[in-house]
């Protein structure tokens, strides 16, 4: 009970995180850029390992707004990226800007040497070290993000679900997605600087392939996704603290065991219900011995119909 005070501000960080991303992350399912959040994450992370290299507080504001920087000028190349009848697959801008991104940090992370401690928690994160203060920020920024999408977001969710109907509707498809990735860029820069690069794409993509597995929906999806990055979040910020983990890690790990759960229980149900419909099936069939007139005459004009 002692360690429940201590948990309080992590989880409920947790908790902004969930909302957001697992909103954020039916999109990026249903474009087809898993990666991106990886991406923008990573980008977030190079910025402000840049600003590290330069002589700046890993937690000042100078840091944050390189970071957000870089941020924004990635939100512009995957804008860019998705044009209409080109070969290259957006997926493929996006994991060339990763790889640059990552091989960028490591470059600046051997010129901050003394720094290696904030950079380390970049990629894994430390969410336990989250403030009150860091939590009403976060607040306060995923708010205006998410009453942002809220009303926009026939014209969000056209362009990610069809955006050929968007397009012959009028809208703009190029404005829109830079809109939507640098919405996304805030987030990314700011839950970077709280849960890291690993933790940030697992509260993205875990929770809302998990709802894929039991729903089709929009609504149903957010539910099962909110509902499982809280308790996820919950579980893995206490496993940390009791068996003395790398929180970030940690939830990382609970994700995926939850994911592999999910996944099975999905299996089970779905080929139950698969066999149960295949008994009915068989059940149905029923081979008429000798058809009647009016029978013969309803498949003469079946046939006649086809």
Not at 3 to 22: D, E, N, R
Not at 78 to 88: D, E, G, P, Y
Not at 104 to 127: Q, R, W, Y
Not at 198 to 207: A, N, S, T
Request: charged share 15%; with cysteine; proline share 4%.
């Amino acid at each position: 009970m002692d360690v429940l005070p201590f948990l309080l501000a992590p989880f409920v960080a947790s908790l902004i995180l969930t909302g957001i991303h697992a909103y954020l992350g039916v999109h990026v399912v249903e474009r087809g850029v898993i990666f991106v959040d990886l991406a923008l994450a990573q980008i977030a992370a190079l910025g402000a390992t840049i600003g590290v290299a330069m002589g700046m507080d890993p937690h000042a504001r100078g840091a944050y707004w390189i970071s957000l920087a870089f941020t924004f000028l990635g939100a512009g190349i995957f804008a860019l990226a998705r044009m209409r009848r080109v070969h290259i697959p957006q997926e493929a801008f996006i994991g060339i800007a990763y790889a640059v991104a990552s091989a960028g940090a490591i470059l600046a992370m051997s010129k901050a040497t003394g720094e290696t401690e904030h950079l380390k928690d970049m990629l894994v994160g430390n969410i336990l070290a989250v403030s009150w203060t860091d939590v009403e920020h976060t607040a306060l920024l995923y708010g205006a993000i998410g009453a942002f999408h809220y009303i926009f977001r026939k014209k969000f969710l056209l362009i990610s679900t069809d955006p050929r109907a968007a397009e012959a509707r009028g809208v703009s498809i190029r404005l829109w997605d830079f809109l939507f990735y640098a919405s996304f860029g805030f987030v990314v820069t700011s839950s970077v600087a709280i849960a890291g690069v690993l933790l940030v794409f697992c509260y993205l993509i875990v929770p809302s392939v998990g709802a894929m597995l039991f729903a089709d929906r929009i609504g149903p999806r957010l539910a099962i996704g909110w509902t499982m990055g809280t308790l996820v979040s919950a579980l893995g910020v206490y496993l940390s603290v009791v068996l003395d983990l790398p929180t970030g890690a940690t939830i990382v790990c609970t994700f995926g065991g939850i994911l592999v759960l999910m996944f099975v229980l999905h299996v089970i149900v779905f080929h139950g219900r698969q066999e149960a419909g295949t008994l009915e099936e068989g059940r149905e069939v029923v081979v008429p011995s000798d058809p009647s007139p009016q029978q013969e005459t309803r498949d003469e004009h079946a046939k006649r119909s086809i």
